[in-house]
């Protein structure tokens, strides 16, 4: 069974520039993360979903930070204008509960803004 | 008080020794709680859940103390494979459901 699948893998951009990340989530899992992680911290939640519904986008920067998951199935987290702060993993997870513990992550993408 | 708490380490274990770790949380309303392995540059993957009873998987338990919030993770026999960062995750249901990541702890198993 494929896992959750995230692209592009890495991703250098310049700051003021806009970038996008995609996730597909494991097949039948309900429930989607988005999460931030920066070196030597652990993940920090940005959005979840529950199927097309965003159900806790507290943490969610939302003046330049921006998420969809048309169809409750795949889903894109945005960011623009990117700031030199936004560098980090962004790591994409899907649960076949709500609000679960047991998560699956995919591999991430590594933003690096210039 | 942090809501997730961890011994940021690094733990630096000999081979075959036994290490354990703690992880303390702030919120008595918390009802899951779980260990996850972060390996260098790679994505969290999930260890195992910490039941209220306790839970062994081989040389790994983990145990749950309500009374003083927090959780711990024993690893036997360490072997040097077991080297990562150890997450603890707390999930709390309620009103705001909330899963918080402690900020791990790294451990270095020793030849």
């Known amino acids: 069974e494929a896992g959750v699948v995230q692209s592009p893998r890495y991703k250098i951009i310049e700051k003021k520039q806009p970038v996008a990340f995609w996730c597909n989530p494991i097949?039948?899992?309900?429930?989607l993360y988005w999460y931030l992680q920066n070196l030597g911290q652990g993940p920090e939640l940005l959005i979840r979903?529950?199927?097309?519904?965003?159900?806790?986008d507290s943490q969610l920067p939302k003046d330049r930070f921006s998420a969809e998951r048309l169809k409750g199935v795949d889903s894109t987290l945005k960011i623009q204008p990117a700031e030199l702060g936004d560098s980090a993993v962004y790591l994409c997870?899907?649960?076949?509960?709500?609000?679960?513990?047991?998560?699956?992550f995919g591999p991430g993408t590594r933003l690096t803004v210039t | 008080r942090k809501e997730v708490e961890q011994d940021p380490g690094p733990f630096n274990v000999p081979e075959g020794a036994t290490v354990a770790f703690n992880c303390t949380y702030s919120n008595s309303a918390s009802q899951s709680f779980f260990w996850y392995r972060q390996d260098c540059r790679k994505e969290p993957k999930l260890l195992m859940s910490?039941?209220?009873s306790g839970n062994e998987d081989g040389r790994f338990t983990a145990q749950l103390n309500r009374a003083s919030q927090y959780i711990s993770l024993l690893i036997r026999d360490s072997k040097l494979s077991d080297s990562a960062t150890y997450l603890c995750?707390?999930?709390?249901?309620?009103?705001?459901?909330?899963?918080?990541f402690g900020k791990g702890t790294r451990l270095h198993i020793l030849p």
């Open positions: 997870a899907s649960s076949l509960g709500s609000s679960d513990g047991e998560q699956y």
């Open positions: 979903y529950e199927n097309e519904e965003a159900v806790d």
């Open positions: 995750v707390v999930n709390m249901r309620g009103r705001d459901d909330k899963i918080i």
């Open positions: 097949s039948g899992h309900n429930t």
């Open positions: 910490v039941y209220s």
